[in-house]
């Protein structure tokens, strides 16, 4: 095994062992040096999506859901 591959080996084990939170924060920041090239209209798209969420809070279009509730049916696939 090279020195390099080792190296990555070392890390991937110190990060598993890090909590959750932590492993997250990692994750996304590794995703976002990869991201080179950020779609401008993204953020745009983003800010259009929040407000249409939040007016449909604030009308009661939508019954909001407890995290631990919507956890458990995405973990559990119920």
Same mark, same amino acid.
């Given at each position: 095994?090279?020195?390099?591959r080792r190296?990555?080996?070392?890390i991937l ?8 939170? @932590?492993? @997250? ?18 953020? @745009? @798209? ?6 249409? =969420? ?17 956890? =458990?049916?995405?973990v559990g696939?119920?």
């Amino acid at each position: 095994m090279s020195d390099m591959r080792r190296a990555e080996s070392r890390i991937l084990e110190d990060a598993l062992k890090l909590p959750p939170e @932590a492993r @997250a924060a990692i994750a996304g920041s590794l995703l976002d040096s990869l991201d080179q090239s950020p779609d401008p209209d993204a953020e @745009a @798209a983003w800010e259009a999506e929040i407000t249409k =969420r939040i007016r449909d809070l604030d009308g009661q279009n939508v019954t909001p859901v407890p995290w631990s509730e919507a956890r =458990r049916a995405i973990v559990g696939g119920e």
